[in-house]
Each structure stands twice: as structure tokens, then as C-alpha cells.
């Protein structure tokens, strides 16, 4: 079944409040067209409408701990730096 066919009756799935069965059609047509990001972002949305994940895709937890990681990274390049100069000193 085409995309634009399978969208249309995923909709109409939502209308219908069979959700589980929308959701199931969005990830078989993710499996068809796994470099369709569209795909992926209507999946999450319904996810999100219907209270089945977060509400907001970014946490403070999960930008501190972004930052601790981009911290680490550059206090290790800082020390190879040095090592590296040293090495020629």
C-alpha cells in the first residue's frame, strides 16, 4: 500500500481512537522506509498526543549530563594537547 494510502487510514485509525493499530502502521511503514524521518516524527507524535512518552524531548538531567560528557571530552583533548606539545618541547 502506498504511503500517502497507509497515512490516510492511519488517520483515520486516530479518528476511530484505534490507536494501537495506528501506531502499528506507522512502524510498518518505518520498517518499509526506514530513511523517511517524516515517518519517524508522525510515530513520536502520536506517542506524545496520547501520553505514551515525555511531553518534552529534552530534560534538564539530560542536558547536564550532555554537558558533563562535552566537559570530559574537552579536559581529555586539553591533556593530549599538552601531552602531544610536551612530547616536542
Known sequence: ???PNT??????DLTAGRVP??????????????QDL???R?????????G???SEPWTVGGV???AGCLVGVVA???VWVIGVIALFD
Open 21 to 34: 493499530m495506528a501506531r502499528q502502521r506507522l512502524r510498518g511503514l518505518i520498517s518499509s522506509y526506514p
Open 1 to 3: 500500500m502506498p504511503v
Open 52 to 54: 505514551e512518552a515525555p
Open 76 to 78: 581529555f583533548l586539553a
Open 42 to 50: 508522525r510515530l513520536a507524535e502520536v506517542y506524545r498526543l496520547y
Open 7 to 12: 497515512l490516510a487510514r492511519v488517520d483515520e
Open 64 to 66: 547536564l549530563a550532555g
Open 38 to 40: 517524516t515517518l519517524r
